[in-house]
């Protein structure tokens, strides 16, 4: 420990302290004669040298070691998957890093530490790490700390990992992390988050059967294909990158119709990621009762993608053409309802199964709660236009007690799933609003006499549905808010400059370009999503002539 005093000149206690200076040696011999000293607990006075300031008052302050999260883990010889400490600013982290390099005090152990882990980290991606230096027993991942914990069956396994690694940086995913020993001689886990154990043991397995060598299943492969056995919802190359994405890097994907069922090619960039997809995914359902995925392997080692659009992806080469730029609204299998965030993501419950609707929507429930909203600009109008992007809507309530919080009643529930991941934190008239579903399964419309000032509407009958017709382009065309809009219905005699001074009301147009085949679509975009939401919303059904009325819709394309 060393004690660090302030210089009060002068005698002064009042007087301005002088900034300390902290020396890399804090001997007598080597300090400044200049500055205020810094000198071991154990000596007792500060030693006079020439040209010394006059010390009339001294303050002495413990400087001590701030504990790394590793000591923080370390009460007990075990470390439970259960919660960790907050994380820490990225300055600390940095600091620790270089502690922890710099130091390698922890002893040799079977449980190996991995630091400065990327977010999108996955439990396939730190036992791929540790896949050449032996068999594995357990891996932790402690996604808010970005950190890992990897236990081998064998202590020489983790010393070799932790040897290469001292002089070979390792990288996941791109970055580079930190490997050392941990405190801990081994990890233990609990119930506490069944989904993490699920996902730790399907990377493991799938890390054995491919240390167990090749076999007749394939297991060195790394595509898998795909079939989609009862398709009510539509699913898209989007949807099946985000479920696949959660156990590895997904590299390319081609999805195609083959003996009338949905198929798809998904290339991973290990055997590891591939093995654990198959092992988590196979006869899970991606939507409630429907949609069952049948996952094997595919006699392709590497898929050729000419084109990045929505029958194939290639995520390594995102440059490609897209084979035919002038169709926005027209892919077959285009109806990515990016429900990913809702859908397409594994839930808590159960062995690595996948979230289906929730409970309320599949009991039927299709009324929205929506809040933070604008009140001196909401109207129930506004609202119909824009959830009718992901649905029909039938009515809006505004609370006549609270007009910034709203209920939407869609047509169906599965259309307030798309309206909740869509929409929600979406920025409305400069609001981040919040979409939750409600505990209502009915808006009530108001009793005969009763004042409503106008705040409730029903919309069922409304000509102005996007979705009345089953199997329509609109159903394959739901897209997330984006800058960038998609018009539809101009007729011949409208130019450009007429929509873009309409659209300049409500923001600042950037770029506008009409379909090179068809004059009656066009590309618009504002400058921000905010500006694109709240143009959306004014100049949907914008009337145009006499009987063509602009319709416009939210569009993944650029210009």
Not at 109 to 137: F, N, W
Request: contains cysteine; glycine residues 6%; hydrophobic residues 40%.
């Amino acid at each position: 420990m060393y004690l660090c005093y302030y210089t009060y000149p002068g005698g002064s206690h009042h007087s301005p302290a002088v900034a300390p200076t902290l020396t890399a040696a804090p001997q007598a011999a080597t300090i400044p004669v200049t500055e205020p000293l810094l000198v071991p607990a154990t000596q007792a006075t500060l030693p006079h040298q020439t040209g010394l300031p006059t010390l009339t008052s001294q303050f002495p302050l413990t400087v001590c070691r701030k504990r790394t999260s590793d000591d923080l883990m370390s009460q007990s010889p075990m470390v439970t998957n259960g919660t960790s400490p907050p994380h820490l600013s990225g300055s600390d982290n940095e600091a620790k890093k270089v502690k922890l390099e710099q130091s390698s005090a922890n002893g040799p152990s079977r449980v190996v530490h991995i630091r400065s882990l990327p977010p999108d980290c996955t439990e396939a991606d730190v036992v791929q790490l540790g896949l050449p230096y032996g068999k594995m027993s357990n891996v932790l991942l402690l996604k808010q700390k970005n950190q890992a914990f990897l236990e081998f069956l064998d202590e020489q396994a983790a010393v070799t990992m932790v040897s290469f690694h001292q002089q070979n940086p390792a990288q996941i995913r791109m970055r580079s992390v930190y490997v050392q020993f941990s405190n801990h001689k081994e990890l233990k886990t609990d119930q506490a988050n069944s989904f993490q154990n699920a996902t730790a043991q399907a990377a493991l397995q799938a890390a054995s059967a491919v240390m167990g060598g090749p076999t007749e299943d394939g297991q060195k492969r790394t595509t898998l294909r795909i079939i989609v056995e009862h398709l009510v919802y539509p699913v898209g190359i989007e949807v099946l990158y985000q479920i696949f994405s959660k156990f590895g890097k997904v590299l390319k994907m081609i999805i195609f119709t083959k003996n009338n069922s949905f198929q798809a090619l998904i290339q991973m960039s290990d055997p590891v990621a591939a093995n654990a997809a198959k092992l988590s995914l196979d006869g899970q359902n991606i939507y409630n009762g429907c949609c069952t995925l049948r996952i094997d392997y595919s006699k392709l080692n590497n898929l050729n993608v000419k084109y990045n659009n929505d029958k194939s992806r290639d995520f390594t080469n995102p440059n490609l053409p897209s084979g035919d730029p002038g169709l926005d609204q027209a892919m077959p299998f285009g109806a990515q309802v990016s429900q990913m965030s809702s859908y397409g993501v594994p839930s808590p419950m159960g062995a690595a199964r996948l979230m289906t609707l929730n409970a309320a929507a599949a009991a039927g429930n299709a009324v929205l709660l929506v809040s933070n909203l604008d009140e001196q600009k909401v109207t129930p109008d506004a609202l119909f236009t824009l959830f009718g992007v992901y649905g029909d809507v039938h009515r809006v309530k505004i609370l006549f007690n609270k007009k910034d919080n709203a209920l939407v009643q869609m047509a169906e529930p599965h259309q307030a799933q798309l309206a909740i991941a869509h929409l929600d934190k979406v920025k409305v008239w400069g609001k981040s609003i919040r979409v939750t579903q409600s505990k209502h399964t009915l808006v009530q419309m108001p009793k005969e006499g009763q004042p409503d000032a106008g705040l409730t509407k029903d919309f069922t009958n409304s000509p102005l549905h996007r979705f009345k017709r089953p199997g329509s382009k609109n159903c394959q065309n739901i897209f997330p808010p984006s800058t960038v809009l998609h018009l539809s219905n101009i007729p011949p005699n409208i130019e450009e400059d007429f929509i873009t001074e309409a659209f300049q009301e409500h923001g600042q147009v950037k770029a506008f370009k009409f379909f090179p085949k068809d004059r009656k679509m066009a590309l618009i975009q504002m400058a921000s999503v905010d500006e694109a939401v709240t143009a959306l919303i004014a100049m949907h059904n914008y009337p145009l002539s006499d009987t063509n009325h602009l319709r416009v819709s939210f569009s993944k394309s650029t210009i």
